[in-house]
């Protein structure tokens, strides 16, 4: 089976701004992925070389097993909504579904005009008067009627509010639940993530500092309490992701596959917004260090 996403040494560059950064990455296929990072962690840019709309500076990337936007067949594998969920403002409903007909040969019509009518959309109305959440579901619709084999999603829920947010992600996995398709939903909103998500990629500065399956990754991790003490005193099998101290008590945040023995350590488990912020404050404090390095250009 390929990889939804497969990405080595992936790099993009802009002047003397690193976008994307020896980004090594493979997504298995049937998974809802949720893509997390802060503001400029390069979320965007990965998504736009995933659906061929840049090219790499440096290393390759591949969607379903070929490059993306190789040809018109490639093209119809993967649908794509971009972080505006851009409609033409001046066209109907009803011209966006026959734009989408015509320009996707895997057009399933039905499922289009079904979409419209659960969401009671009038098909006469222009799309510049819907709502934001109104013209997100429009962008989803045109998207998930090409029946793609991929799909990938930049922050579309950014703007909406939690009513509308809801709405949109019960109708993203309806769909997901019908026709096992793979999704790749950046978003910044872990708690959105939580519910819908299996598989987790956090990119933070340019690079993926962590990727897997959630359930495995909250299982290997854990948050420890205890006196204070210094992390070279914990066992060698614990990755410390994140510390904090105080006078007389330190706290950790550890990856580790083996149980806490230690009865000095209080243990518990993770939350996923927890796990996230672990990695990017790790990641953020070291982009700072390294900042000289990947701003210079090649």
Known sequence: MSAAVAARGLGKRYRRRVALDDCNLSIPEGHVVGLVGPNGAGKTTLLHLAVGLLAPTSGSIEVLGRPPAADAAQLGRVGFVAQETPVYARMTVEDHLRVGAWTNPGWDRALARRRIDELDLDPRQAAGALSGGQRA??????????????????????????????????????????????VVLSSHLVGDLERVCDYLVVLVASHVVLAGETEALLASHRRLTGSRRERASLPSAFEVVEESHTDRQSTFVVRTHGPVLDPGLASEELGLEDLVLAYMGRATSTARRRRPDLTVAS
């Open 137 to 182: 579901q429009l962008a989803l619709t045109l998207a998930v009627a090409k029946r793609p084999e991929l799909l990938l999603l930049d922050e579309p829920v950014a703007s909406l509010d939690p009513l509308a947010r809801r709405d949109f992600l019960k109708s993203l996995m309806a769909f997901v639940a019908d026709g096992g398709t793979s």
